[in-house]
Structures are given as structure tokens and as C-alpha cells.
């Protein structure tokens, strides 16, 4: 026991050394001290070789006591010699001051000695404190024992005899005179007003604040926010900055000529003004998504160099009434300000549909949108643009001459828009030499320009993913067949039985394709799973298609019915799949789009049915879809009978390769005598006969 208390001391002294600013191990150090000998802890303390804090004064009191050296301390009535504990310097944490302190102490005889343990947990507050009381504490101890002595004119006092009834000392703030507590009070008093007075003006703000955030009275409609958001601020009263200009719009020449008047008018406004021209007030752009409505509307502003505030319907519409009334209000107030300006609200169809009676009370939004732009004159220098995919569902009033005039169709690129669009992609983009812009663009009809920005963006990941330098066709048609076909699931299971049965059932949509005049070209065959599909055939229109004539749906018809009727020739009638359902859903819908809408049925007649017809005329129009349906089957089943073998050819070709390109697909059928539909032999033939002469 004695070496393991040896072994921890030398350990502690050890640690003590080695940290000397270590407040802890200093501590640990003297209470281990105490322990065994109090006179290495004075030693320790007055040598002052590391930090300590009031904890460290604590023990070395402790040591004193136990060592009766606290009497070189304290006073000597004989001697004259006066007390030194406040030549002591202590290591203060927390120099604060105590406005009274109330203690007890054990007194024993004689009188002015005491125990200092009383004192301990007076000393964890503040040594520099504790220095002070216990000088003062002998003092006033010195004239307790003079006045129980009898040697004082003062009442005499009993200093305290036992444990039990201890002295009780109170040490309290000196008296302050009845001024000095006046102007305490008085101070108080305008501390307290003058809080009560900030909070006021504060509740005050809040509540307008909040007021004004719900579209209230008393609220400026310009500068203030319709949220507590800062960035809602800001969009409201400053206009954003456009960098865009027209060489940035490629796709849509017709729109952007439609638009240059507007730009030289917001350039140069006089030059209209003195002839009496008026612009028209507001434009409405129009058309699919993603053509490039709102990046126009930008370009305009950007060419024109004048501010441009952006708005979406959505913003209008809040769950308090008026809101978006008040927010309506805020916008125009502002871009009168900064006139010459445009005003621009994409997917207007949120805030501007059509008005229902029942729901008047929430088009509050609308009404204050229509009161706004007849508020000000059309050469004022506000141009008021808008966007929307939904033309038809907008309210009259708001299309109306005088607010939005003129309608501006955007509508998807053609063959030069769609090889302009990919030409400004892939401007900054290194490429390889078998790129050919003008190719792909042929074999993109019906993208817009953000199928082809994702085009080349899936492009350039794939390019990256095999650690190409350079964009290559191989990745341009990958992202092609990604987007029209989905993506392959490589991974996925599928037994040999299922898949020679996709393989046929695909091989009857291509064979109907190639030899049904007036059916698109086959871009690709697949049997590879992509997206919800087994496998498809993709076709694309050889150029762009403005109207679609009655022959070449009815080869749509066509193609849809290959599938089926190929299973059924090969495997069986008991033995087809569920694997025809889109094709028959997709025939039957377009069955009744000829017959409902188009009015291509001899029985029906050139008539456009209405949305809920008569029973007897609901019963003819089925009967001339189920006829349409039934000339289709009977057509395909006769063909793929005739070029049986060539579907047995491109069948077993498909489960060898998967994946087979149009120019593939013509080679293998090409000893048949098929890869062409007869009409373009005869046409070819006749091409080559007149080359020939």
C-alpha cells in the first residue's frame, strides 16, 4: 500500500512538472500533498512553480492549519506586529465583487483563533475576496474579545461557545443617504420608460410587417415584401439581369423576326411614336415545352438592354385572400419606375384560366392583372410578356385586343432549327470526325430544344464514363436511342422461351413497317428490355410531318397489329401474350381519333363527335373502330403469312444480335426481296431508268 501511494505521488509530481499551466494537475498535486505532508504544499504554493486557482489556496490554507503556521500570519498584540495574509497572492479566476457575504466560523479560546475549514467554500468564489474578509475578520474578532473582556463602552457580545452556536458574522454594503436613493430611483425610472418605449416601437413594426404580408391596409405596395425573405424582397422591387441575347435563340427565326420590332421599339421608342404607332401591350408566347418561350423572352430583353422582370403564375397564388392581388399590384408599380422594361410571367395558365362562377372569390389575382394592364398607355415603355403551354383554357378577357394582343407561336425546330440548336451545344465541346450535326438533326424529328441540350449533355457523361477525349457518334446515338427508346436493363432476367417470342413478335412490327406503304421508316429493332418494354421497334419520320394523310394512319394501324398476328401465325392461337396490349390500346385509340375527330369513317361521315355522344351514336362509332381494327388484322395477317421466311430471318437475327439498325435490318432482308416497300422499288427503279437515259 505504502509504494502504490509512492508510485501515484511521484506519478503526480511527474505530471505537474511536465504542465506547469495545467490548473488541474497543479491541484491534484497539493491535495495529494496534504495527504502525506502538508509542509511540501506551503513549499510548493509560496514557490509558486505552477498555476493555481482558488482550489490551490484552499489546500494551502489547509496546510497552514495543519501545520500551525497560520500563526506567522496572523496579528501579535505583544509584539505589534500586524497581519500579513494580505501580502498573499492568489491566481483569481473570476475577479467579481460580492455585495454582502454571510458566514459562520467556529471560535475556540483564545478568542482570535479559529477553524479555517469554515472558510473553504467562501474561498471557491474569489481568493482576492476571501484576502480581504479574513483581514478583516481578525479586526473585528480583536474587538469582540475587548468588548466580552468588559474593556469596551459597547454592549458586550458573545462571540460564540460551541459548534451548535457558531459566530455569525453579516458583512453588508455601507448606507447609502436618502439623494443618493433618489437619483437611483429616478435613473430606474427612465431605464424602465425607455425599454418600454423600444419594445412598443418594436411590436409596432412587427405588426406591420406581418400585415403587410398578408396583403393588408397601411402597407406600401412597392419595396415591401410579400414574405419574410429577403431574395422575395429583392425579386419584387429589382429587376434580374439578362445576358442572353438572340444568338443565344436558335430554332424559332419565325418568332424572333415577330420580335425585333419590339426590340427596336424599346431601343428606339420615338421612332414609332412619331409616326403614332403602338406596340400591342402584351404578347403571349405559345407552344410546347420546351421550345424555348422563356429563353426568348430574355433574349429580348438582353438585345433591347433594358430590365426585365421575371415572374412565374405560381407566385400570384397564396392561401390568404389578396396576396396575390397586392403582389399583382407591386410588380407593375415597380416597373413603371423603370420604364422602358418587360414584364414577364411564365405558365400564366396558373393564375389566368378561365372563371368559373362558382369560384369567383379566388380570382382576385386575375382581376387585378386585368385592371393593371389597362393602367397604363401602350407607349409607356412596358412591354408585358407571357408563356404558357395551355392557350385554350386562358380567360377571354385577358387575351383580349389590349392587354394581350398579339400571339406568338413557338413551336418545335425543324430540320435546320434542330441542327443550329446542336451546333450552339456542341460549339464548346471537343468532336471526333464522324460526328455529323446535319445527320443527327435528320434523325431527331419531333425533339425540342431541351430534348437535344439532353441529348448532347448524355452524350458527353457517356464520353466521360469511358474515358474518351473527344464526342464521338457512337455516344450521339447512344443518348438518341436513350431518350426515344429508354434505357436497357441489361441485368434483367428473361428465359430463352420469352425472348424468342419477343423476338418474333418484333419482327412482325418491322416486317409490316417495311412493306406497308405509307408507314414511317424503322430506325431500330430490339429485343433488349428498356424502360417497361421487352423489346421495340422504333420508327422515324424520314422528314418533318406538318399533316398526316388517312393512308399513312391506317399503316400505323398496320404496324400495330404485326405484333399479335405474328404470335399467332408462329406460335399459335392459344400461345399469344399479353405482350400486344399497348399495341392494341395505342390502335384502338387511334381507330377512334380517325373516326371521332378526323371524320374518316364512310358509315359516320365527315362529322367531329362531341365529348359525350348519344348512345346510338356511341354505338355506331364503336362499330366503325372495331371495323377499322378488324381490316387492319386481316391486312397484316395476310402479309406476314406471304414473307413468312423473312420473319423467321430477322427473328433468329434479333436473338443473335439483340439489336439490330435500319441499314442492318435491310441487309438481312434483302435475298427475300423485301427491305424496301414495293412502291419505292417501283420508284427507285424508275429513279434509275431516268439517270440511266
Request: proline share 3%; hydrophobic share 40%; aromatic share 6%.
Given at each position: 500500500m505504502r509504494k502504490r501511494k509512492e508510485r501515484r505521488l511521484a506519478k503526480l509530481i511527474a505530471e505537474a512538472e511536465a504542465n506547469p499551466n495545467d490548473v488541474a494537475k497543479q491541484t491534484a498535486l497539493l491535495v495529494e500533498f496534504n495527504k502525506h505532508s502538508p509542509e511540501c504544499v506551503i513549499k510548493h504554493f509560496e514557490e509558486r512553480e505552477g498555476a493555481v486557482d482558488s482550489r490551490g489556496v484552499v489546500e494551502y490554507l489547509r496546510a497552514l492549519v495543519i501545520t500551525n503556521a497560520i500563526a506567522e500570519y496572523l496579528p501579535n498584540e505583544e509584539s505589534g506586529k500586524p497581519s500579513t495574509l494580505h501580502t498573499l497572492k492568489f491566481h483569481v479566476l473570476?475577479?467579481?465583487?460580492?455585495?454582502?457575504?454571510?458566514?459562520?466560523?467556529?471560535?475556540?479560546?483564545?478568542?482570535?483563533?479559529?477553524?479555517?475549514?469554515?472558510?473553504?467554500?467562501?474561498?471557491?468564489?474569489?481568493?482576492?475576496?476571501?484576502?480581504?474578509?479574513?483581514?478583516?475578520?481578525?479586526?473585528?474578532?480583536?474587538?469582540?474579545?475587548?468588548?466580552a473582556s468588559g474593556n469596551s463602552d459597547e454592549p458586550i457580545l458573545s462571540p460564540g461557545t460551541s459548534e451548535r452556536q457558531p459566530l455569525h458574522v453579516i458583512m453588508v454594503e455601507p448606507k447609502v443617504s436618502n439623494k443618493s436613493h433618489l437619483v437611483q430611483d429616478l435613473l430606474s425610472t427612465v431605464v424602465f420608460i425607455v425599454a418600454m418605449g423600444v419594445v412598443w416601437v418594436l411590436g409596432i413594426v412587427a405588426l406591420q410587417k406581418y400585415i403587410g404580408s398578408l396583403g393588408g391596409v397601411g402597407t406600401?405596395?412597392?419595396?415591401?415584401?410579400?414574405?419574410?425573405?429577403?431574395?422575395?424582397?429583392?425579386?419584387?422591387?429589382?429587376?434580374?439581369k439578362i445576358a442572353k441575347t438572340f444568338?443565344?435563340?436558335?430554332?424559332?427565326?419565325?418568332?424572333?423576326?415577330?420580335l425585333e420590332e419590339v426590340v427596336e421599339y424599346l431601343r428606339n421608342p420615338d421612332k414609332f411614336t412619331r409616326l403614332g404607332g403602338k406596340l400591342p401591350k402584351g404578347i403571349l408566347l405559345t407552344g410546347p415545352p420546351g421550345t424555348g418561350k422563356t429563353l426568348l423572352a430574355k433574349a429580348i430583353a438582353g438585345e433591347a438592354g433594358v430590365p426585365f422582370f421575371y415572374r412565374a403564375g405560381s407566385e400570384f397564388e397564396e392561401m390568404y385572400v389578396g396576396v396575390g392581388a397586392r403582389r399583382v399590384?407591386?410588380?407593375?408599380?415597380?416597373?413603371?419606375?423603370k420604364a422602358p422594361c418587360i414584364i414577364f410571367i411564365d405558365e400564366i395558365d396558373a393564375v389566368g384560366s378561365t372563371r368559373k362562377q362558382w369560384e369567383g372569390h379566388t380570382k382576385k389575382t386575375l382581376h387585378q392583372?386585368?385592371?393593371?394592364?389597362?393602367?397604363?398607355?401602350?407607349?409607356?415603355?412596358?412591354?408585358?410578356?407571357?408563356?404558357?403551354n395551355l392557350p385554350d383554357i386562358l380567360d377571354p378577357a385577358l387575351t383580349r385586343p389590349g392587354r394581350f394582343d398579339r400571339h406568338i407561336v413557338v413551336p418545335n425546330p425543324d430540320l435546320r432549327g434542330r441542327q443550329e440548336i446542336l451546333e450552339l451545344y456542341l460549339q464548346d465541346k471537343p468532336l471526333a470526325d464522324d460526328v455529323d450535326i446535319k445527320s443527327i438533326a435528320r434523325g431527331t424529328p419531333g425533339f425540342n430544344g431541351a430534348d437535344l441540350a439532353n441529348l448532347v449533355n448524355i452524350a458527353a457523361i457517356k464520353a466521360a464514363v469511358e474515358g474518351g477525349e473527344k464526342l464521338a457518334?457512337?455516344?450521339?446515338?447512344?443518348?438518341?436511342?436513350?431518350?426515344?427508346?429508354?434505357?436497357?436493363?441489361?441485368?434483367?432476367?428473361?428465359?430463352?422461351?420469352?425472348?424468342?417470342?419477343?423476338?418474333?413478335?418484333?419482327?412482325?412490327?418491322?416486317?409490316?413497317?417495311?412493306?406497308?406503304?405509307?408507314?414511317q421508316p424503322i430506325h431500330k429493332a430490339t429485343i433488349m428490355p428498356r424502360g417497361s418494354a421487352l423489346g421495340m421497334v422504333t420508327q422515324l419520320p424520314s422528314i418533318d410531318e406538318t399533316s398526316i394523310s388517312k393512308k399513312q394512319l391506317l399503316a400505323r394501324l398496320d404496324v400495330c397489329m404485326g405484333g399479335r398476328v405474328a404470335e399467332e401465325i408462329i406460335f399459335g392461337q392459344d400461345n399469344?401474350?399479353?405482350?400486344?396490349?399497348?399495341?392494341?390500346?395505342?390502335?384502338?385509340?387511334?381507330?377512334?381519333?380517325?373516326?371521332?375527330?378526323?371524320?374518316?369513317?364512310?358509315?359516320?361521315?365527315?362529322?367531329?363527335?362531341?365529348?359525350?355522344?348519344?348512345?346510338?351514336?356511341?354505338?355506331?362509332?364503336?362499330?366503325?373502330?372495331?371495323k377499322l381494327l378488324r381490316e387492319a388484322y386481316d391486312r397484316?395477317?395476310?402479309?406476314?403469312?406471304?414473307?413468312?421466311?423473312?420473319?423467321?430471318?430477322?427473328?433468329?437475327?434479333?436473338?443473335?444480335?439483340e439489336t439490330l439498325s435500319a441499314e442492318e435490318i435491310r441487309r438481312i432482308l434483302l435475298p427475300y426481296g423485301e427491305g424496301r416497300p414495293p412502291k419505292q422499288q417501283e420508284q427507285e427503279s424508275a429513279e434509275a431508268e431516268l439517270v440511266l437515259v
Open positions: 473570476r475577479p467579481w465583487t460580492v455585495p454582502f457575504v454571510t458566514m459562520n466560523c467556529l471560535v475556540v479560546s483564545p478568542l482570535y483563533q479559529f477553524h479555517l475549514t469554515s472558510f473553504i467554500s467562501l474561498f471557491t468564489c474569489n481568493g482576492y475576496i476571501m484576502v480581504q474578509l479574513m483581514v478583516n475578520m481578525f479586526s473585528q474578532l480583536q474587538e469582540l474579545k475587548q468588548r406600401s405596395s412597392v419595396g415591401s415584401s410579400t414574405s419574410f425573405s429577403p431574395k422575395e424582397l429583392n425579386k419584387e422591387v429589382m429587376p434580374e444568338k443565344d435563340v436558335k430554332g424559332c427565326d419565325d418568332a424572333k423576326q415577330e399590384r407591386s410588380l407593375f408599380h415597380a416597373a413603371k419606375k392583372l386585368l385592371v393593371e394592364m389597362d393602367g397604363f398607355e401602350q407607349n409607356e415603355g412596358i412591354i408585358v410578356m407571357a408563356a404558357t457518334a457512337a455516344q450521339l446515338e447512344f443518348a438518341k436511342d436513350r431518350i426515344i427508346m429508354g434505357t436497357e436493363r441489361k441485368t434483367m432476367s428473361i428465359s430463352e422461351e420469352s425472348k424468342k417470342l419477343t423476338a418474333y413478335h418484333e419482327s412482325g412490327h418491322a416486317i409490316v413497317a417495311i412493306n406497308t406503304e405509307g408507314a399469344i401474350t399479353t405482350g400486344a396490349s399497348s399495341d392494341l390500346h395505342t390502335a384502338t385509340e387511334l381507330a377512334q381519333y380517325m373516326v371521332s375527330i378526323c371524320g374518316m369513317s364512310d358509315a359516320i361521315g365527315p362529322i367531329r363527335i362531341k365529348e359525350r355522344p348519344s348512345s346510338e351514336m356511341q354505338s355506331r362509332i364503336d362499330a366503325e373502330v372495331v397484316v395477317k395476310a402479309l406476314l403469312k406471304k414473307h413468312e421466311k423473312a420473319l423467321h430471318a430477322l427473328a433468329n437475327a434479333l436473338l443473335e444480335y
